[in-house]
């Protein structure tokens, strides 16, 4: 079953506006990474937070991590239409494999 | 450098009918992995290969066959195609493991009628 399940489903924002989406998960995790994909493509990897860090920043995207609630969030800062992507966190538990959710579908409006 | 690549892009196949689906990376990367992705279900993982030589179960491994040809190939084969199984095919690669980004292809889109 998938373990990463992400929060809401679908976002609609205007560009400049902030975007957070949420993932929460159930089991303890190594690692939890976000991924991005736009319309008919592969997923694009963003960032990886390991699960003795609390926040990590790239660019315009900070990325929060508490593992006591097993969840994470996703914050895009200042957004663009080129933002328009669905997002999905990935679960890395064991050593091999990392376990998506559903993903965010985020439609940003100029 | 290409990164990941996947051929076919496209493929419609009758019910019954086999086909392999081919996966490269030239990232010199130990793991691959491939996975299918149906609307609403996110990803979910059907066999991967954490280094050359070995292959594991995902998730939903049913009616799938993997080979790791070497450490750049790992194919997907299926034996008699489903409806089920349309879907669309997505390869990925890392380092090793789940410690480190995947790197996906492209992905083939598969109908089977």
């Known amino acids: 079953s998938q373990q990463g399940e992400e929060d809401p489903q679908a976002l609609s924002i205007q560009e400049g506006e902030n975007a957070t989406m949420n993932c929460s998960y159930k089991t303890s995790i190594n690692n939890l990474q976000w991924y991005r994909q736009n319309s008919g493509r592969g997923l694009v990897h963003l960032i990886l937070?390991?699960?003795?860090?609390r926040e990590k920043h790239s660019g315009r995207l900070r990325v929060t991590l508490d593992t006591s609630k097993k969840s994470s969030s996703l914050l895009i800062t200042a957004s663009r239409a080129a933002d328009t992507a669905s997002y999905f966190c990935a679960r890395g538990s064991g050593y091999s494999t990392l376990t998506f959710g559903k993903g965010t579908m985020l439609l940003v409006s100029p | 450098n290409a990164g990941v690549t996947q051929t076919p892009k496209f493929q419609v196949l009758k019910t019954g009918q086999s086909m392999t689906l081919q996966c490269a990376q030239d990232?010199?990367?130990?793991?691959m992995y491939w996975y299918r992705q149906d609307p609403g279900m996110g990803l979910r993982l059907i066999y991967y290969?954490?280094?050359?030589?070995?292959?594991d179960k995902g998730e939903v491994p049913n009616g799938y066959n993997v080979s790791r040809l070497n450490k750049r190939e790992f194919s997907l084969r299926l034996e008699s195609a489903a409806p089920s199984q349309t879907s669309v095919y997505f390869c990925?690669?890392?380092?090793?493991?789940?410690?480190?980004?995947?790197?996906f292809g492209p992905g083939t889109r598969l109908t089977v009628t």
């Open positions: 990925a690669s890392s380092t090793s493991g789940s410690s480190y980004e995947q790197y």
């Open positions: 290969s954490a280094s050359e030589g070995t292959t």
């Open positions: 937070i390991r699960s003795n860090e």
């Open positions: 990232m010199n990367h130990n793991s």
